[in-house]
């Protein structure tokens, strides 16, 4: 674990980013604590924080978008894009009734490298289906980050499924000393 690392989960920790109680969380699962990642990408430090150490971590040469799902990574892809200076895409759950009816917004071209970033994974399907989103529409995935992963699946489903996901932190690291 590098400097960056370490400071990022400081980070968290302060912002009391991981909540105990009984919690619903998205994939359906019941758990014991809950990954605040909203209250964290609102925070601009920690925003920065994320966007130092993925945009290290970026080949530029195979690198033409950077990309998230709507609406928790978007802060961090956003922040990534500003920093590192590399156009993104911001992917939808689901096609919009109205305007473009695009399920990918932003300019993604045939053969575009795409940095994929999520905020918090527990199975990773939402990711799987963003990967699908990009793939269908002609991007290749370059690589695939997350902030925080719940260490409940996401890192075997990516792997099941071809892809390397790169926790910047894992949920153990922020229950530690908590």
């Not at 400097?3 to 014991?32: D, M, P």
């Not at 200076?85 to 993604?108: N, V």
């Amino acid at each position: 674990m590098n400097k960056g690392q370490k400071h990022l989960i400081e980070l968290l920790k302060e912002n009391k980013v991981v909540k105990f109680g009984n919690f619903k969380l998205s994939s359906g699962r019941e758990s014991h604590y809950y990954v605040d990642m909203k209250k964290a990408v609102t925070d601009p430090l920690i925003l920065s924080d994320v966007a130092k150490i993925i945009s290290e971590r970026i080949d530029r040469r195979v690198t033409d978008k950077i990309a998230g799902p709507a609406l928790g990574a978007i802060p961090l892809v956003t922040a990534v894009s500003l920093r590192s200076e590399i156009p993104m895409l911001m992917i939808r759950k689901a096609k919009k009734g109205y305007g473009t009816s695009e399920l990918i917004e932003g300019d993604l071209q045939e053969g575009d490298g795409v940095v994929l970033i999520e905020d918090v994974t527990t199975t990773g399907n939402s990711l799987l289906k963003a990967i699908q989103a990009v793939k269908d529409n002609g991007g290749n995935i370059e690589r695939v980050f997350v902030v925080v992963d719940r260490a409940e699946g996401a890192l075997e489903n990516l792997k099941k499924n071809g892809f390397t996901l790169e926790p910047l932190v894992s949920v153990k690291d922020l229950k530690k000393h908590n």
